[in-house]
């Protein structure tokens, strides 16, 4: 599962295994050759490394860096759970970034399974052989599956996320943004626009609008369907939380920047 | 008349004479290796440090981040080569200069900015201090070669939030909460902040390769500004794990020299006025002063504190053959 740790004030990363920083780091696919250097058991015949073109496996904890991060975004529910025998289809649209990241993790307390790799700007889907997931436990838990590709957003190369359809469940009609609270929040905002055709400006859709899916503990994860998206483009969206800490706090946001796009051609 | 002295009397004194130069021999060879044992250091040694100072810099051997979720009243990045905003009004701004962007800003009353995780690329140096202003701390990344491909960071805001950026002077409105992304400039990025709650204990560990407690004072002679590197301690307790008990007292202004093999800055606490380092490190030197004074524990008393009664046992019964080979020798010539 995603163990998130909450201690002291501050519930923040040992590493560099963050989706800010995952996320954040412009470069090519070819380039990510290295597994990042998550903490794993040693004698975890499971443990997380590299297999073939990705890597995978289970790992001592996941972590992030902020309060709210995104864990997935999808255009179905992400499910492995009971998958048929044989590989997992993730598929996504095409991009035209310089290559996609795939990143799959659990979403269950007890479960630290993780799972990256890169593909070509070209491809589409990938065929996941989930035999050592299974192995894990990973597929009788909710995960959380993420593909980005690196776009240029006012002049600044910035992750985009792009809509993961898992296995063969049904598309919805509208996508889910998975978040998942290192704090325990009160309230939950969303906000969404889109980037114009000319890519100089935000055009606001959906503008604080409030989330009635809570309560919203630690580190359960949260569900958020987006609301807005009908165009092809691009959309930025913030979800921001009020803190149920007492005493003063900041506010907890997470944004991402995601691509509303026709499905891949199969 | 002189006693003959029989064949097996002089065997007797021949075994006798290479038992007592056995036992000298083997007492020399205990007293030389306690003695090396005092003068040879335990390298790497271990030692665990809590440091109150005015600053601190320390160089990450890998790519981390500085991980903060830090409630603060005003932040100010100094560096960035972008500011990505996501308010109406305050366009996204590019650094075209090599000083890159500085942008301010200061959170209405009662509000507050949350500043996010500092990347901090392989190889950077990091250095954080406090100002002469309360409760204000600042962060000086220099990243080594450069900060080329480093990931963003951000500060996310709420409500109205006072703003000078290069394209921005006025109030921006956050709403219910927005964030402000960050990218590092070419080779350095600063970023200050005034907390809102004190004290600030970061949560996770860092790994380090290099730490100096110092900082950099300017005298402001008109003719000639003199700078000075003077030590940042307040006050510190390091403790030698390798001699267990033993502390080493740090007073204020002490200078402390580390050289680090390996180190895990377990926490950084900002307060009003200072900052505290919680460290557990291997040195390979260790030295208070301006003499450079080594406080490397020695081998004999790394021995001491885990064989005690049995060092000085031991101690005892190479001495005791010592002292009676040489009586013999003054009495039997």
């Known amino acids: ?266 | 008349m002189r006693r003959r002295r029989r064949p097996q009397d002089d065997a007797r004194e021949r075994t006798r004479r290479r038992l007592r130069v056995a036992a000298l021999a083997v007492a020399l060879a205990v007293s030389a290796a306690a003695l090396t044992a005092s003068l040879v250091k335990v390298r790497p040694a271990r030692i665990s440090a809590l440091v109150r100072a005015t600053g601190v810099a320390f160089r990450v051997p890998r790519a981390q981040v500085l991980a903060v979720d830090l409630a603060a009243r005003r932040v100010t990045v100094s560096g960035a080569s972008h500011v990505l905003p996501s308010v109406p009004g305050w366009a996204p701004e590019h650094a075209e200069t090599a000083n890159g962007l500085n942008t301010s800003m200061e959170a209405d009353s009662g509000d507050a900015l949350t500043l996010g995780g500092i990347p901090l690329p392989a190889g950077s140096s990091v250095r954080v201090e406090s100002t002469a202003e309360a409760r204000t701390f600042r962060v000086h990344v220099t990243c080594a070669p450069s900060c080329d491909s480093v990931p963003g960071f951000k500060v996310d805001a709420r409500g109205p939030v006072a703003v000078v950026s290069a394209g921005f002077d006025g109030t921006a409105d956050f709403g219910s909460g927005r964030p402000v992304w960050f990218s590092y400039g070419t080779k350095a990025l600063t970023v200050e902040v005034e907390l809102l709650v004190v004290p600030f204990e970061s949560a996770e560990p860092l790994d380090i390769d290099a730490l100096r407690f110092d900082r950099r004072t300017v005298y402001a002679d008109p003719v000639a500004p003199r700078e000075r590197i003077l030590s940042s301690v307040r006050a510190g307790t390091i403790r030698l794990e390798d001699v267990p008990g033993k502390e080493i007292q740090l007073p204020r202004g002490e200078e402390l020299h580390l050289d680090l093999r390996a180190g895990s800055l377990r926490q950084l606490t900002l307060d009003s006025a200072a900052l505290e380092v919680n460290l557990l490190a291997s040195a390979d030197g260790f030295a208070t002063g301006t003499t450079h004074r080594s406080r490397l524990p020695s081998q004999l008393e790394r021995l001491h504190s885990h064989l005690g009664l049995h060092l000085v046992l031991a101690t005892v019964l190479a001495v005791f053959p010592i002292l009676f080979g040489l009586t013999r020798w003054w009495f039997e010539g």
């Open chain 1, 1 to 266: 599962m995603l163990r998130i740790q909450l201690r002291g004030r501050a519930a923040l990363p040992p590493a560099v295994l963050t989706l800010l920083l995952a996320l954040g780091t412009p470069g090519t696919a070819a380039a990510q050759q290295a597994c990042d250097p998550l903490p794993t058991d040693a004698s975890d015949p499971l443990r997380y490394q590299r297999l073939g073109d990705r890597c995978e496996g289970t790992v001592v904890r996941l972590m992030s860096s902020t309060v709210l991060f995104p864990v997935s975004l999808t255009a179905n529910d992400a499910s492995l759970a009971s998958p048929p025998n044989g590989p997992v289809v993730l598929s996504w649209p095409r991009a035209r970034g310089s290559g996609v990241r795939l990143r799959v993790v659990t979403l269950h307390r007890g479960v630290n399974y993780r799972l990256d790799l890169a593909r070509p700007a070209a491809d589409t889907a990938y065929r996941w052989d989930t035999s050592r997931a299974r192995r894990a436990g990973a597929t009788a838990v909710p995960v959380g599956a993420l593909a980005w590709t690196t776009l240029s957003i006012f002049r600044q190369p910035m992750p985009v996320l792009l809509p993961l359809t898992v296995g063969a469940g049904a598309r919805r009609r509208d996508y889910l943004l998975t978040l998942v609270p290192q704090e325990d929040l009160r309230t939950l905002r969303i906000s969404v626009a889109r980037l114009d055709a000319g890519g100089t400006r935000e055009v606001p859709l959906v503008t604080d609008e409030l989330l009635r899916l809570g309560p919203y503990p630690a580190n359960s994860p949260i569900r958020v369907p987006v609301p807005g998206v009908t165009e092809p483009g691009l959309y930025h969206v913030i979800v921001s939380g009020e803190r149920r800490r007492a005493g003063a706090a900041g506010p907890a946001v997470a944004d991402v920047w995601m691509l509303h796009a026709p499905p891949p051609a199969r």
